[in-house]
């Protein structure tokens, strides 16, 4: 099981030692929760946060903004330089881009490339993209803010994906704690994106044991 953390639950006026303590804690990824105000009710960081990420570890980026495309543009060029591995994630709920031509093109730049899917959004609208991409990031929160409580609900989604393409990683993003998930079979999951329970905890470390070992 491999965890991430979301750079949106950092204390960015400490950013460059919340980075580090952090990874020091032992994750695997840090995760950019890209937003433009539109496609979801917040807005976050651009380009610029790049140059004040400093680390080794691979990065995530998940776009949830009206048009994907252009912003791919700009991040996938800021990042180039700087990450050797990069994933970037866009949301099926996205009806205003030729998706498969996107992820086909985020491939064709080198790069691993996601589909993310709200709470609300059936599985079956990945059909058309399971052959393609190299993971699907569940939303067990609405997506737009920080904090909220995980919906379980969505956890069906998961044998669904598998059943169709195996080999697909999928994570769960939105809500994760050891107490949201300690019931949860993590059997098919791959992945896990953690946000406020990883900042807030006393023991980061600690915390990133314990989301580990939910799939033992």
Known sequence: MKIAASLLSADFNNLESEISRIEHAGIDFWHLDVMDGVFVPNFTFGVSVIDQIKTTKPLQVHFMVEKPQQLYELFSKALFAQVNQCEFIFHVENTNVDLTSLLNKVHSDGFSVGLAVNPSTIASQLDPYLQIVDSVLIMSVNPGFSGQ?????????????????????????????????????????????????LFASSNASQAVLDLRALDS
Do not use: A, T
């Open 149 to 197: 409580k995980f919906i379980s609900g969505v956890l069906g989604k998961i044998d669904y994906i598998k059943s169709i393409n195996s080999d697909v990683k999928i994570g769960l993003d939105g809500g994760v704690s050891l107490e949201s998930l300690s019931s949860v079979n993590m059997k098919n999951v791959d992945f896990l994106v953690s946000g406020s329970y």
